[in-house]
């Protein structure tokens, strides 16, 4: 097969294999993966020796990214964040964004580089990166604290500040054959503004078509996809709603492909589809970000470490110092505490993939010289690389600065945070019930709980989950209950009862020993899925391992009885009768059972 026909294939599959490997090894070096995507592409980019990828196709597959990655933040937009944190994120980022960008455009001044190069650049540098952000406070265990809402935020903020961006930069954009770097767009100095408004225009139109229109198309062909009983097919639907809204709004308003993307993931996330949307669009948004961060490297130039380290640092000082420093000093200045001040100070200390969207937009309309892609992307290197650390030493300086607050006292509107009420699993529980997953088990375990007014706490996983419950007005821990301090702060030493009803047996059995760690008495509850898994649970410290398919069966068992005539006691007893059997007979077979069964159960041999 011709070499053409084929580089496509090798790119990818080289790309995606690099990609993988250098992101394990981030991973054991407690960097975010993203780091190994980005290595990977400039190992196969044409600015380093070696197999050499197709940039042309890079940037194509990159768009393919940016697409469902906009399509992405969209789909997991949640206003409910914004509203809550409103009086602190909103000023907060908007004077964050401007500072930064100033500091960046002040920086590009020095350099030579015109206005228009200076606030694309600043710009770039001014949003942290949401990939990054989420993960740094879900290994702090932050991202259901009032100081981790705050950060999420704040971050909402920026990414929508960034897509106005992407809307209004074309108007700023370099006629093609002009030589002249500053010179202003199409429609010339003079007809600037009327350039501006003519793109705002058609943004309003294709929102207002999307929100009125798209409301009622989407979920409805969302229903069809559901009803026809296909997993495929609700998969391509999802696709097809992304994919068709993006390139329909580039085509017919001359919208940007991530703007298209992005209003189609906020329409589908109203859908009361979308959780099963984004779980099966998942692997394939994934896929393709990871092959936008490779696209992102393969066109980064890294001889610019060594021809202007200066710069580079000076970049970096910028994100990492000048503005933390500026987020820090803003929390102050509307009236929060000092750990608040530090915790979104540290979340925002970097740069990540809408940075990358923005330097790209900002070369290909000729509004910025390549060597700022450069410096950006160098920049998120480093920032990325630096920022668990930073995390670290905030993490550290927290409760030094709580202490401090304490005895130094604070005013009502610090101890509010801006309305956050303290969080309702802050409080002293005791005597209660933790129930671990939200899905449809633990709904309904958390129901029933409700309804009979037994004081509870949910701790759950999804974010998506964990709000709706919230909004509920349920008390709710969204986190993984194995990691550290999530059971603490549900109050497992002194629970009652712990029900774990999470959907996957491996996830229960780090949740089972991760509670009995806390609480050695306590009553433990464990979904189980099969024999081997209930047996296997029940010798590792759980009190009674309830096996669905068994209960599903005694139920059908008693229905069937009944509906042949026989009096419903008798049934109940037989079923009865049938149940404990089956328990004596599951126990009489445990040793062996658990020595063949569920060996992804087991624990770890060392």
Known sequence: MPHHQTELIAMVALGVVLAFGLGLIARFLRLPPLIGYLLAGIAIGPNTPGFIGDV????????????LLMFGVGLHFSLNDLLVVRRIAVPGAIIQIAGATAMGTVLTKAWGWDLSAGLVFGLALS???????????????????????????????EDIAMVLALVVLPAFAVPAGTNDPGAVGQAGATNLGFAIGLTLAKVGAFTALV???????????????????????????????????????????????????F??????????????????????????AVLFFVSVGMLFDPSVLIRDPLAVIAVVLVIVVGKALAAAAIVVALGYPLPTAVIVSAALAQIGEFSFILAEFGVSLRLMPTE????????????????????AVAKLAEPRLAKLRAGAGTSARADRLSGLDIEEHERKWADHVIVVGAGRVGRTVAAALRQAGVSHIVIERNRRRAEIFRDEGAPVIQGDAAAPGVFEAAGAERARLIAIAVPDGYEARRVLERAREINARVEI???????????????????RAILGEHNAGLAIAEATLSGLGLARAKATATVDALQQEQAKTADASGSSEEMHGAPELRPHQE
């Open 525 to 543: 509850l464990v979904r189980a899925h099969n024999d081997s898994d209930r047996l296997y649970l029940l010798s590792h410290g759980a009190t």
């Open 56 to 67: 042309g196709l890079a940037g194509q597959i990159s768009e393919l990214g940016v697409i």
């Open 127 to 157: 949003v942290a990166s949401t990939v990054v952000l989420l993960r740094a406070l879900d290994e702090m265990n932050l991202l259901d604290s009032a100081n981790g809402r705050i950060a999420v935020g704040w971050l909402v903020v």
């Open 372 to 391: 700022g892609r450069d410096l950006i992307i160098a920049g998120a290197l480093l920032s990325i690389s630096l920022n668990p650390f930073v995390f």
């Open 263 to 288: 209003f189609a993931g906020v329409v589908l996330s109203e859908s009361e589809l979308s959780h099963r949307a984004a779980t099966e669009s998942l692997p394939l948004q994934d896929a393709f």
């Open 211 to 261: 929100l009125v229109v798209g409301r009622r198309v989407v979920p409805w062909l969302l229903k069809q996809a559901a009803r026809a009983g296909s997993r495929e097919l609700f998969t391509l639907a999802v696709l097809a709603i992304a994919l068709g809204i993006a390139c329909g709004s580039a085509e017919l308003f001359g919208v940007s492909f991530a703007l298209g993307a």
